[in-house]
């Protein structure tokens, strides 16, 4: 009580919705939020240069590569996953290929069959560009 206030998790704004009985064959590319409940059997892409991001509820299923900035899963991925920024597996996630990321938050009871692969981010500039700036 007179301890620090702890924030609610912010959720995303959501600008497209699959819902839990839609099956969608072909790729899915959108900017903004994207809550997927249903099925999608075809890659899911984020436009390029927006800060997008993929929200992937328990009931949602995805057959095919994720390369979106942001993501939140909690349902199945077969195929791999990129994420420049931020991915964060709930506990019923279910990853059947690759993870690259940037930054990643995994809770206990999540899956992933293949490996994780650090990116280091693409904007952040590395060591060695940071001392030929500085000389």
């Keep these: 009580m007179w301890g620090p206030s702890k924030k609610p998790k912010q959720t995303a704004h959501i600008d497209s919705l699959i819902g839990q009985n839609t099956e969608i064959h072909g790729d899915v590319i959108f900017s903004g939020g994207l809550h997927v409940d249903g099925t999608v059997k075809g890659s899911v892409i984020a436009e390029k240069g927006e800060d997008s991001v993929l929200t ?10 994720v390369k979106v900035p942001n993501v939140v899963v909690n349902g199945s991925i077969i195929g791999d996953l990129h994420a420049s920024g ?4 709930a506990a019923q996630a279910r990853v059947h290929g690759n993870v690259y990321y940037s930054l990643i938050e995994m809770a206990m009871g999540a899956e992933v069959n293949g ?3 650090h990116e280091e981010d693409k904007n952040k500039p590395s060591v060695s560009e940071e001392s030929t700036e500085e000389a």
Excluded at 56 to 65: A, H, M, P, W
Excluded at 86 to 89: A, F, I, K, R
């Design 115 to 117: 490996k994780l692969m």
């Design 56 to 65: 992937l509820s328990e009931r949602g299923t995805i057959e095919g590569e």
């Design 86 to 89: 931020h991915v964060e597996l």
